[in-house]
């Protein structure tokens, strides 16, 4: 007996509407689970989007911290996540046990939160904050404040610097994928491409190094830190025709999709998020079939995680 092929394409958009659910998609997930997503953003985003729509179902093609957060802000909806292992090697660089130890080092400090957290993690903290609002975030806490920033250290050192925070603690974490970005790449590239745009994202160990070309002049008007979805938008907006791209590589296929005119170059081929990969169709496909995995956070730690996000929605 021959087995027929599923097409896991049909199948899912099929499920999608028999289940009333939306699929989000971060702008790292591969090709086809763009494709099957009904919309497709960065953390703040994606974040936002969860908590306005209306679907039963959250099918998150992210990772799991991203998920969670889906979950605190609507925590009446079943929110899934294909692939229990798509984790962050940045979240996993702090937990609630180590945040609570540095916070009694620092009790008068206000904590931010790069959403990058798990959710143990956020409702020890003051505030979240995303790559696209952080700055914002650190500027609307009142200077005399002490500011304990977590996890990122690259992400924290570019805060600090374009806020002129002197009173900021950074964790020492960072992302495998982006610490990997350094800035002898981005050099090699600034010395070949003089008219293309450089698009940073600030997790990247060369985002220092970036911001030291852009007040020299060799990346003025050029050079730009930016979020994942704020790639997105000054790749659309921008007249500049090439496009050199710091960050994980999934987001190429968007980029080069909507924008077919235009050339993007990553800075590092091998960019890439081996857990944001871990969603594949098929997963998306037995997710929708089977309700799996659901992402449910405590009542207790939502309660308070969801104050962190709060403030960071009302701010941004
Ligand atoms: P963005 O919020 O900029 O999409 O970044 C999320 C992330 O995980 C970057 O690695
Ligand atoms: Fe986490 Fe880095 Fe992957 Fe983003 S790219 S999800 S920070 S491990």
């Not at 497709?40 to 099918?59: E, F, M, P």
């Not at 992210?62 to 294909?82: D, Q, R, W, Y």
């Not at 806490?141 to 977590?150: G, M």
Request: overall charge neutral.
């Amino acid at each position: 007996m021959t087995m027929l092929a599923i097409d896991f394409k049909e199948q899912v958009l099929r499920l999608k509407k028999e289940r009333n659910a939306i699929i989000l998609a971060h702008n790292y997930q591969l090709p086809e689970v763009q494709d099957v997503a009904d919309f497709i953003g960065d953390s703040l985003a994606l974040s936002k989007n969860a908590a306005a729509t209306d679907a039963d179902v959250i099918v998150f093609c992210g990772v799991h911290f991203m998920a969670e957060t889906a979950s605190i802000l609507c925590p009446n909806k079943k929110v899934l996540i294909p692939d229990l292992e798509a984790g962050c090697s940045l979240a996993s660089t702090i937990n609630a046990d180590e945040l609570a130890a540095w916070k009694q080092e620092h009790p008068d400090a206000v904590v931010v939160s790069y959403v990058n957290t798990t959710a143990e993690v956020k409702a020890l903290s003051d505030y979240c904050c995303t790559s696209s609002n952080a700055v914002k975030v650190v500027n609307s806490i009142p200077a005399d404040r002490k500011v304990l920033f977590l996890p990122d250290m690259f992400l924290g050192s570019y805060v600090a610097e374009v806020t002129k925070r002197k009173n900021m603690y950074i964790w020492p974490g960072e992302c495998h994928v982006h610490a990997g970005i350094k800035a002898e790449d981005i050099n090699k590239m600034l010395a070949t491409l003089k008219n293309a745009d450089f698009l940073v994202h600030p997790e990247c160990s060369c985002t220092s190094s970036t911001m030291y070309h852009m007040a020299k002049g060799d990346l003025a008007q050029k050079g730009h830190i930016l979020s994942t979805e704020g790639m997105m938008k000054h790749a659309r907006t921008s007249g500049a025709k090439q496009f050199v791209v710091a960050t994980e590589t999934g987001i190429l296929y968007r980029m080069r999709k909507e924008n077919p005119d235009k050339e993007f170059i990553p800075v590092k081929e091998d960019a890439t998020c081996r857990y944001m990969k871990k969603i594949t169709l098929e997963k998306v496909y037995n997710s929708l079939a089977h309700n799996v995995y659901e992402v449910k956070v405590p009542k207790q730690v939502a309660d308070k995680a969801r104050l962190a996000i709060d403030r960071m929605l009302a701010i941004s």
